[in-house]
């Protein structure tokens, strides 16, 4: 194991192999092992949790019962605490409130960074990507503040481009390609809008 800072792995006892650098890094890890903690209370509630990497000021630091999660960025992952979440987050804020939530991707300034995440299999791309989202699963957000307003707990969208399904909420098997494309859809399904604007005025239709 390698400590660097105060607290930092103060805990461990048969945990092998941890890197914790930072005040309070991996503060808790008492048998986990191959833990990467760098960055102010980055990982500091980790106990058994092996596996796992959390770069940057408290980044996952509220989880005590998952592995193999990647964190990079202030607060990214900060309040996941679910087994085998196996989530991917990389940027300031980003996915912070998800707990629950399993086996995404969040990339980008705040993606998924407001809504209490529980919503599994999503790739969230994009500044303030899926920003508000509560629910969600098996979609695709790629592009800044795509499904970035709405309350998103829709399955199965996918959403390329700009401010793309903007305002969805409960809509579910949309594609939407384009800048602000199905900006203004809510709970609508199965609509395909491809091209800047398609379909931006547009907020009922199946």
Known sequence: ???????ALDATTT???NIAIGHSAGTAITDGIRNVCVGAYAGDAFDGESYSVAIGHSALSGDASSSGSVAVGYQALADQNTASSNNVAIGYQVAKNLNGGTDSVYVGYS????GVITGDNNVAVGKGALLNATSPSNS???GSL?????V???ASNVCVGYAAGYDLSSGASNTLVGRDAGANLTDNAENVAIGAYAMDAANTGE
Do not use: D, E, K
């Open 140 to 142: 695709v957000f790629i």
């Open 15 to 17: 945990g092998n192999h």
């Open 146 to 150: 795509a499904g970035g307003l709405g």
């Open 1 to 7: 194991n390698i400590a660097i800072g105060s607290y």
């Open 111 to 114: 993606a998924g960074g407001v």
């Open 152 to 154: 998103t707990t829709g």
